[in-house]
């Protein structure tokens, strides 16, 4: 392990050896349901007696937590550490998966950044080998986000075209160490903390913008890549707004992003499944990435990417009190399956 | 990075695409215009057996009663999502700002979900209207000593 500024560089890197995505109906309907192992018409779970979203949504991690470890062959007892979080106060959706589970766990929180950020310290600890099988996860359920950062659900509100829509998704990833069959993480850039004053809770886009920003141009600083060096850069859900924001700042920086995708524009069809700008909460790229992104690496599509999620780190109480919003983003280098 | 919050409050100003005025407007009319019409409807009818007076508090009554019933089964919500204004200023939108928790926070308990939380939107609405009734009568009550 080498430490080049803010990014910690493998030299024997860390697989990501199983993953498994589980989503809602709208994440269904979206251009990614094939790539789904768990889908379900109806995310509250009303047969397995779930009584109401916050159960929900720790159901949907178990799902995607469950066919996981089934992919990589293994039983949860042989997993030495979990990493979670979620949007929930106090994260309780994986908490109470944990409490199922029994598996030791650190709880995190990075909103939509957490599955990076599981990522960025799962690949770091198990790299250091603190951890030789170590679950990374996250979640976010729409229905649960509604009701605690906004309205209750039957309350009828507009949306602004700015808005970003929380999926109802569960993204679950097992880390290894190096020279075993898996993804391999090449590098993890965790990010620091950016506020350039943004105070619309409905543009959370852009408020996280400046985070990517700060990232990527730290990565490419510390490693002397350039963007052209990734088949694609992923970000985590800036939407359409904070998309267009990045390539408009990318390119005054000199760096210009034309491989840009982003996970909030990737798992819905934001034209016409009524999203606003597109996806958000830690499920949407955390499901992007077990659905999509790892997939495309491990069959060879892709040979080299960055996963960066962004987060929004308010509260509805900062919120409330005039606080703006400070984001923060953390990067992950990917290489292709048998490329390192 | 090149940039400042001042240079990035106009930046966002226009990357974020505003709200469809025109279309959102036309909405609001219309179904906010279809709701009266359903009250002056109602009125009609209570005409028939009261006076003015009760078939306008009755009006009031039945519209409320329809928005609950449209909340409970989720429909008021998708009208709303597109119509707006035209859903929220009416009465049955007041009545939907209470409907709405009453059913989102009952997982939390009678007492401390529905009972605490109901007029957790209604709430201002309720505490500045009391306060600016209270404060008109006592002016209407000094312009009576007044004159």
Sequence with gaps: ???????????????????????????????????????????????????????????????????????????RKEVDLALAGDLQAQ?????????????????????????????????????????????????????????????????????????????????ACLLRGAG?????????????????????????????????????????????????????????????VGSALLQEQMAREGLPLPNHRDCGCLLYDVASQNVQAGGSGPG???????????????????????????????????????ESIPGIAHCVELAGEGTV | MKLNPKEYAHMVSRASPPSPAVRDCLWAFFVGGGICLVGEGL?????YWYDASLAGTLTSIGLILLSAIFTTLGWYQKLAAKAGAGTLVPITGFANSVVSPAIE???????????????????????YGTAASALWGLLYWLQGKVG
């Design chain 1, 91 to 171: 994260c309780t959706a994986s908490n109470y998966t944990m409490r199922a589970l029994e598996i030791p766990f650190a709880g995190l929180y990075g909103a939509c950044s957490t599955m990076a950020e599981s990522l960025c310290l799962g690949a770091s600890l198990t790299a250091g080998g603190v951890a030789h099988q170590l679950l990374a996860m996250t979640s976010s359920h729409f229905c649960a986000a509604e009701r605690q950062f906004r309205t209750p659900l039957d309350y009828g509100a507009k949306r602004t075209p700015t808005a970003q829509w929380t999926a109802t998704a569960a993204g």
């Design chain 1, 284 to 322: 949407c790229s955390a499901a992007v990435l077990c659905t999509h992104i790892l997939p495309a690496l491990q069959k060879g599509q892709y040979r080299r990417v960055l996963f960066m999620a962004t987060g929004a780190l308010m509260s509805q109480t900062t919120f409330l009190q005039g």
């Design chain 1, 1 to 75: 392990m080498i430490r080049r500024k803010d990014t910690v560089l493998f030299d024997k890197p860390p697989v990501i050896a199983a993953w498994a995505a589980a989503g809602g109906k709208k994440e269904s309907e979206g251009p990614l349901a094939a790539g789904f192992d768990f889908l379900t018409e109806d995310a509250a779970f009303p047969e397995e007696a779930c009584a109401n979203w916050e159960q929900a949504e720790s159901f949907l991690q178990q799902k995607a937590v469950e066919i996981c470890l089934r992919k990589a062959g293994i039983s």
């Design chain 2, 105 to 127: 926070f009952k997982a939390e308990g009678w007492v401390t979900g529905v009972g605490a939380k109901i007029f957790g939107i209604a709430g201002p609405v309720i505490a």
């Design chain 1, 180 to 240: 075993q069959k898996g993804v391999p993480v090449l590098s993890v850039t965790f990010g620091r903390v950016q506020d350039y004053e943004v105070h619309d809770i409905n543009n959370m886009g852009a408020a996280m913008m400046p985070a990517a920003v700060s990232t990527l141009l730290r990565y490419f600083g510390a490693t002397g890549t350039a963007p052209s060096d990734f088949d694609v850069i992923f970000t985590g859900d800036l939407g359409e």
């Design chain 2, 43 to 47: 009125r009609q009818f209570f005409l």
